[in-house]
């Protein structure tokens, strides 16, 4: 991967009516390293719950091609809910499609991964032609709260876009169908939350 591919990445923030969100939102908006941005619903699994107590349901989901300026204007609008940012490490692939985006599946790996585990996940997902952009990184997050736990994954996560035009809930059967998949080549995946695709900003 190029250097260029390493500094994306998505940024997800909670999107309220307040004024740090809808700054956020315009400045996100105006920003030459935003490619794509949603309006999404976030559905945390029990995992999720857990690491994050604090969140809500709507977000703001846009995916950057430069994480220092994100996490810069993320920093300058924190908010009391948690805004996550998702670097990328290494892309696993990318397929183009007509088809709108519909959920963005957000993984960890339970414990250490080799090389070799990165590449059976990577041909497993490959096959699962939904999934248009699979990608491996890591977690950083802002807020204006100190977390009461730390999240031991933070740099173990992986992250699945699918493309489709079926109901979010289908999306989400499929995105677990892929995990247990995985499971069966003894890579421990666990989800920590899907973002379903409401409508999109830019």
Known sequence: MSGYGVEGGYVFAPYLHNESSS????SLEDSVYIDDMYFVTATFSE?????????????????????????????????????FVFSRHEEFFERFNDQKLNLVSVYYLDYGHSESDLSDLAMIVGKRTR?????????????????????????????FEVSSDNTHQSDNKYCEKTRKEVARKGIR?????????????K
């Open 23 to 26: 700054k956020l939102k315009e």
């Open 47 to 83: 995992d999720g719950n857990a690491y994050f107590p604090s969140h809500t349901n709507t977000y703001l989901l846009a995916r950057f091609r430069d994480q220092q300026t994100i996490l810069k204007e993320v920093d300058r609008y924190k908010q009391e809910k948690p805004t």
């Open 131 to 159: 999934v248009r952009r699979a990608e491996y990184g890591g977690l950083q997050m802002s807020s204006t709260e100190t977390p009461k736990f730390t999240f031991p994954y933070f740099d173990n996560l992986v992250v």
């Open 189 to 201: 995946l666990t989800n920590l939350l899907n973002l379903s695709v409401i409508e999109k900003i």
